[in-house]
């Protein structure tokens, strides 16, 4: 009940405009998520349209599951000798041998080819957003327009270079979404509503990433793989306007209460450079690092998931259906109440201004949420889907506490180049590491004679809940490294706070007058 409490008081105490913009943010998240997942549902279609990727042994559509199932572990001559007479007498494949979705050329176009583009264009955005704070909500309609136009024309491809070109394009457009969105938050709401308002916000992920299961599994039932991107696309399009038109700049509190002599403080500008070195400076503190490389790991399990999920249980016998009435729901409600428990544990514990214990539930949420992820590898559906639910519930609480850890100890002059270099760092990690996934599924084929299905769950294993153990063990190294900064603080006996521990707070004094 506290936790549904703590939520009320965002719409309790927030302005009605507050939680308008914080409305309008969560939308534009969802449709990020929604237009970056279409890959994700189409890409047997899109391999099999395009030809890339890996073949294995498909099973068709109309048989019983008990024939379908036998597909899964023949080889390419076994699959295409496997026929069973039909209604009509004639002889009936049951499986055919096709690209799978599945390869070094899928992991590429879902990792590198966004990846790369979208965290660099994101700290680009961040800089010159920075500088141009009164600027942040036009960037913003910008970046939202030029992605939706870049999955609509993603439908229109015929070739899988053009596709690598058009995620790179994609990559630019998406960059912006959340420097840009968090740091409007940030201004909107109060430190003790921020986490709050920030777990709200990181709803976004899940709806889109549901909404990507139900309905790109309908319009691919009933149209084709090239329509998924077109109507996905098309929303973007129409509410960019409304974004520039309805959302304002907020205006800083400093601004406010601080007097023109100290405002100038607040007022000195740095170049690019300078300030992407002090943003720089600020990560390299051991705190701030080890959170990062840790929120990588965490990062990458769900990357690798959310890519190859889809086309594991197609390779389990599910149809589009099933999966889309699970995935479609699960995430969407489960992901949302992680987050939800995550932003209230965050608020809960900021009043006590003490980061390490908001890093205790980084390290418990997910040693709790491990054994789930495992048995959701290890069940055959529609069991595998139940072990989903809480580790969604427990596993999805990291997003909120640990943004909300990043922002309060990034200075503010700093803070959307800072998330954007969060981002940057915990993507190019996490987003690139499911590029190995193949390599790591062939060479468990090749040593321990699998099939493709059991080295494809093999690596699952390793990339999935293996991920959230070493992501649960970094994150505790990450709170042992800041209570070795507390005590430090103590023997130098300095300011009790622990932002002013770890990071040296900007200070500059005012000109003196000629």
């Not at 943010?25 to 990020?32: G, K, R, S």
């Not at 994609?170 to 968090?182: F, S």
């Not at 700049?249 to 300030?275: D, G, H, L, T, Y």
Request: with cysteine; aromatic share 14%.
């Amino acid at each position: 009940m506290n936790i549904i409490k703590n939520y009320i008081q965002v719409f309790r105490k927030a302005s009605p405009y507050s939680l308008y913009v914080l409305f309008v943010m969560l939308v534009i998240y969802m449709l990020n998520q929604l237009d970056r997942y279409a890959l994700s549902i189409t890409s047997v279609e899109i391999a099999q349209s395009l030809k890339y990727g890996d073949k294995s042994c498909l099973s068709l559509p109309g048989f019983p599951k008990e024939l379908s199932n036998l597909c899964k572990n023949l080889t390419e001559t076994l699959c295409n000798l496997f026929v069973v007479n039909g209604t009509n007498g004639t002889l009936e494949h049951v499986c055919k041998y096709d690209y799978n979705g599945q390869g070094v050329e899928y992991q590429i176009v879902a990792g590198p080819a966004f990846i790369l583009i979208f965290t660099f264009t994101g700290i680009l955005i961040s800089l010159f957003a920075d500088k141009f704070q009164n600027r942040r909500v036009l960037i913003l309609t910008v970046c939202l327009i030029w992605w939706s136009i870049m999955t609509i024309i993603t439908g229109l491809t015929d070739s899988y270079w053009q596709l690598v070109l058009l995620r790179l394009g994609l990559g630019i457009g998406e960059a912006g979404c959340n420097p840009l969105a968090t740091g409007l938050i940030s201004d909107y709401f109060p430190m003790d509503l921020r986490g709050s308002a920030l777990g709200i916000y990181n709803w976004g992920i899940y709806t889109g990433y549901s909404m990507s299961f139900a309905i790109g599994n309908q319009i691919l039932k009933h149209l084709n793989w090239r329509w998924v991107f077109v109507i996905c696309g098309i929303p973007g399009i129409l509410i960019g306007p409304l974004v520039y038109l309805t959302v304002k700049e907020p205006k800083k509190e400093v601004e406010q209460n601080v007097e023109p002599q100290q405002s100038n403080v607040f007022q000195i500008e740095e170049s690019n450079a300078q300030k992407l070195k002090n943003v720089a400076k600020e990560f390299f503190r051991p705190t701030l690092f080890l959170l990062c490389i840790a929120g990588s790991i965490r990062n990458a399990a769900g990357y690798v998931w959310g890519y190859n999920n889809n086309t594991y249980y197609k390779q389990m016998g599910q149809t589009a259906d099933q999966i889309s009435a699970y995935l479609g729901v699960i995430p969407l409600v489960f992901g949302i109440i992680g987050s939800f428990v995550g932003g209230f544990v965050s608020d809960r514990v900021a009043k006590k201004a003490e980061p390490w214990t908001r890093i205790w539930v980084l390290v418990l949420s997910q040693i709790i949420a491990a054994p789930f992820v495992f048995g959701v590898l290890f069940f055959e559906p529609p069991y595998s889907y139940y072990f989903l639910i809480p580790s969604y519930i427990f596993g999805e609480m990291w997003v909120g506490v640990c943004l909300s850890v990043i922002v309060e100890l990034v200075p503010e002059r700093l803070r959307t180049t800072g998330v954007s270099l969060y981002f940057f760092i915990i993507s190019n990690i996490g987003g690139n590491m499911q590029t190995i996934v193949p390599s790591v599924q062939k060479f468990l084929k090749k040593t321990f004679d699998l099939s493709d299905l059991q080295a494809f769950r093999g690596a699952l294993y390793i990339f999935f809940p293996g991920e959230y153990v070493l992501g649960s063990a970094l994150f505790l190294l990450t709170l042992f490294v800041i209570k070795r900064d507390l005590r430090k603080l103590n023997e130098q006996n300095q300011t009790s706070s622990i932002t002013n521990l770890l990071y040296d707070d900007y200070k500059a004094k005012p000109s003196e007058e000629e």
